[in-house]
């Protein structure tokens, strides 16, 4: 019986896991704008967006 | 998105012919003539040609080939110093989303961005400047956020950069308080998240219970499962529930009752009564229905919340405004913050602009629309030393005005001191659903109180349980789900005819409603076409094409009118525009004259028009005549049937007999009315009971927009500024607003009927629960049967009513 439980704790881990990444995507601002990359998706260079700037970091409201 | 990426075009594409005329190869308007051409490209204007040639030089010519003729075409002068406002240290701070000193990042609402290819263009921005970083854009909301280096690039010269492309950032007063941002919609999604998580896991969990996990034989597993759906249910409740927690403490408080207090009972009790049966070991609790419940009544949340990210209700007059004006010093004339100004400042007012603040005319003449403000459609002379309001805008040439009063304190903003402007946001107690909310707890807790009575006296041990039993099955979670589903397809189906409603309330609101007040000017008549009717000697054909091309020349609103009674291309010499009195041009030797009545030295009463002299001869006058929208007389016709009408109008009453020959004569309507006269009539509406629907455009209806059930603001061009509103009508589905509105009563009564289905299942729910022992078994099948069967009544049925009246689905 004892494997039920590593097996439940592999699951719950991935899991938690996939809520860890969605927590992140909403955080990040994925669930605002749904168009937008819609259209970019049609450009030839994937929309990959250039810059003349060092990247640098910003902090994210 | 009007223009996709066409993939099927060759990329070389050049201007095509169409009737004969070139088309330009930027914006794909007609070309005039070839003046602006580049090889075989042509180009409609000097500013097409421009961005052409800015865009092939960067690199960027691609642009073309992800969508032909896309392109903007840039209005007015780019010139950096118009722009200059923007350095200033006071409005950069409020502009700039951030900035670290060397690299800044801004965010612009640039209106003209309308298809892929633009997208394209603002997001290789940095390809035109070494200045500029990553820009991203938001397409919703035709937002472009730009990065980019201070050391290199000003701000103002970003914002020349964009509008030398023809994506003039929309900067006004309104923009520098800062971005709206909607802090709600992120806690749902995570709410919702998390709830789902949770639900979805301790539903595993259950289902081996519900297929025959023993006590017995695997007590530990059964309780091992019971320990890790408590922790997975503990977020549930201090997380994703929280918003119910919150409400129902608030309505109790308040002493009124919402739909939220008999939920929140419900969920609270499914959760103890759990908690408790998993630590005593009676059995494995409901707590897949709890997290399952939660998770649906937070999907009926975001469901309901439906936004139009390009929209806004909540403009003021700060939309309106300027961000900066021109300010005459000895030195010179300088762009500066409206905020800035101050009074005893003489400002210059150019053509089309509006004047900001309260002041004094200091040049001889003005001749200002009031439209904005008053809704009188005719421009008033103003001589030197009048005293002009805020709002109104220049036609003609530039004025100088003496500021008297600040921004703040002008006749227009004082509007918004109105007490209809600062009513709180309150839940609404007379929504359908709280109202069954109220008598639902009522019985419940008559229920709960008849239980506990009943059990004192049969058997006090299980008292508390058999309470708990009640609020758990009475919880009216299907009731609860039942308006935002139906109302919110209401909303979609009504926002993908053109009629945008701000929330679910406005759906309910309206289809109670009782009485329709009307602005004239703007809403019953187009502001798009004003039609200028010819008195005089008769014209010929080329005399009127001669009049109407003079008129092109000139932005005065009676000019423009005029320039539609021909559109024939005439050409036009020696062309002069004298400020205050007319315009004049020859056309073939002939002097014609257009203009005022004493410079012509007409005879005429005081209508205003523009008279025509021919060689010196005054051969007749144009006088301005609103065009009523086309589907007036229906409109009204089929409203009349259900509705008391009345009209409010700013202008003078000579358009009386004309309206009420439209309308018929059960309209009243009253002239010369200011927007306080407009907010006073409608709450005089209100206190004799009616529930007042409000059909107005500009900022002279804003005040009886806002004080009004529902405020619906009309607009040609939805992109636009609205005044501050609950719905936004497209001018051109207005004709439909009786079948919207009838459409809203519809939705109501499908909502009615959703109720009726989800009371019976709390019914029959109670009525298991009092016959027997409620399984969480039973309770795990019944939730989820209500909850969906409930959900996919509401947007079913109204979808349904909608392709029945004809609004599509």
């Known amino acids: 019986m004892g494997v039920l439980f590593i097996l439940m704790g592999a699951s719950f881990l991935l899991a938690a896991g996939f809520l860890a990444g969605f927590i992140w995507a909403v955080r990040r601002g994925q669930f605002e704008d749904t168009e937008t990359p819609t259209m970019r998706l049609l450009m030839e260079d994937g929309g990959v967006k250039g810059t003349n700037l060092k990247e640098k970091k910003e902090p994210h409201e | 998105m009007d223009c996709a990426v066409p993939i099927d075009k060759p990329t070389d594409w050049v201007g095509s012919e169409a009737d004969g005329s070139r088309l330009c190869f930027h914006c794909g308007l007609v070309c005039p003539d070839s003046a602006f051409a580049l090889g075989e490209k042509h180009f409609c204007c000097a500013g097409c040609k421009t961005v052409y040639e800015i865009l092939n030089e960067g690199g960027l010519e691609r642009f073309y080939a992800l969508s032909p003729a896309a392109g903007v075409r840039p209005q007015g002068d780019s010139a950096r110093d118009r722009f200059a406002f ?79 492309l023809g994506y003039e950032p929309s900067l006004n007063l309104g923009s520098v308080e800062g971005p709206v941002k909607d802090p709600v919609a992120r806690g749902l999604v995570l709410r919702l998240g998390v709830a789902g998580f949770a639900a979805g896991n301790i539903m595993l969990l259950s289902v081996s ?18 320990y890790i759906a408590i922790a997975l249910a503990l977020p549930v409740f201090f997380y994703s529930a929280s918003g119910y927690w919150a409400s129902a403490w608030q309505s109790f408080r308040a002493r009124v009752l919402t739909i939220d207090f008999p939920i929140a009972l419900g969920i609270a009790a499914l959760f103890f009564q759990s908690l408790w049966d998993i630590f005593m070991q009676h059995g494995e609790g409901y707590l897949d229905s709890f997290a399952g419940l939660v998770f649906l009544l937070l999907c009926g949340k975001w469901f309901q919340r ?66 904005f403000v ?55 107690i007379t929504t359908l659903t709280n109202v069954a909310g109220r008598y639902f707890t009522f019985a419940i807790l008559a229920i709960a109180l008849g239980t506990a009575l009943f059990w004192w006296f049969a058997n006090p041990s299980i008292l508390v349980r058999a309470v708990c039993s009640v ?44 009485y329709v007040v009307f602005d004239k000017t703007g809403t019953l008549t187009t ?95 144009f006088v ?10 229906r409109v009204m016709a089929a409203l009349t049937e259900r509705f008391r009408l009345s009209i409010l109008s700013g202008d003078n009453p000579g358009e009386e007999a004309a309206l009420e020959q439209l309308c018929g004569a059960g309209v009243s309507a009253r002239f010369q009315q200011t927007p306080f006269d407009k907010l006073e009539f409608v709450r005089d509406l209100q206190e004799q009971g009616r529930r007042v629907v409000m059909v107005g455009d500009g900022l002279n209806d804003a005040g009886a927009l ?16 609205t005044p501050s509103c609950d719905a936004i009508l497209d001018a051109q589905v207005f004709g439909q607003l009786p079948d919207y509105l009838a459409f809203a009563r519809a939705s109501l009564r499908v909502l009615r009927a959703a109720f009726v289905i989800s009371l019976t299942y709390n019914v029959l729910a109670v009525s298991i629960a009092a016959s027997g022992y409620l399984s969480p078994l039973i309770s795990a099948i019944l939730m989820p049967l209500s909850s969906f069967s409930v959900m996919g009544f509401s947007v079913g049925v109204a979808k349904i009513v909608a392709r029945r009246m004809g609004l599509g689905a």
């Open chain 2, 374 to 428: 008053t809704g009188e459609s005719a421009p008033i002379a103003r001589a030197s030393g009048d005293y002009l309001y805020a709002g109104g805008r220049q036609r003609g040439g530039a004025i100088e005005v003496e500021v008297t009063k600040a921004v703040s304190q002008s006749y227009l903003t004082s509007l918004w001191n109105n007490e209809a402007f600062n009513k709180s946001e309150r839940p609404d």
């Open chain 2, 209 to 226: 219970s519900y297929f025959g996990l023993n006590h017995a034989t695997e007590g530990f597993i059964q309780r091992a499962f019971g």
């Open chain 2, 527 to 621: 502001s798009r076409a004003q039609e200028a009717v010819y008195q005089g000697m008769p014209l010929t054909e080329e005399e009127r094409a001669a009049v109407a091309a003079l008129a092109r020349h000139s932005t005065h609103p009676i000019s423009r009118a005029v320039s539609g009674v021909s559109d024939r291309a005439v050409e036009i010499l020696d062309f002069k525009e004298l400020a205050g009195r007319g315009i004049q041009g020859r056309v073939q030797g002939r002097l014609f004259q257009l203009g005022s009545r004493s410079w012509l030295q007409a005879r005429g009463d005081d209508t205003t028009a523009a008279y025509l002299a021919i060689d010196g001869d005054v051969r007749g006058r």
């Open chain 2, 706 to 721: 806002k004080q009004s059930d529902v405020g619906i603001a009309l607009t040609e061009d939805v992109a636009a500024f």
């Open chain 2, 471 to 514: 609020l758990l099955v009475a919880c009216p979670c299907a009731l609860a789900l039942a308006a935002p589903y139906t109302l919110g397809t209401a909303l979609r189906v009504l926002g993908r005819q053109g009629f945008y409603l701000r929330n679910t309330n406005a759906v309910e609101t309206m289809a109670k409603a009782d």
């Open chain 2, 624 to 633: 301005l005549k609103a065009a009523y929208r086309p589907a007036l007389r």
């Open chain 2, 86 to 164: 923007l350095d200033d240290a006071e409005v950069r701070r409020k502009l700039l989303d951030f900035s670290d000193g060397r690299v800044a990042r801004v965010t612009f609402h640039t209106p003209a961005m309308h298809c892929a290819a633009c997208v394209w263009l603002l997001e290789n921005l940095f390809k035109l400047h070494p200045g500029i970083g990553r820009s991203e854009v938001n397409f919703p909301r035709r937002q472009v956020s730009i990065q980019f280096s201070e050391a290199k690039i000003t701000l103002s010269e970003v914002a020349a950069l964009l509008a030398s």
């Open chain 2, 306 to 371: 439906k936004t139009y990210d390009r929209l806004s209700f909540e403009r003021d007059y700060k939309s309106y405004f300027p961000l900066a004006v021109l300010r005459k010093t000895e030195a010179g004339e300088t762009s500066i913050p409206v905020s800035k100004v101050e009074v005893g400042d003489r400002i210059i007012i150019r053509n089309g602009e509006i004047i900001p603040a309260d002041g004094v005319l200091i040049s001889p003449a003005a001749s200002v629309d009031y439209s």
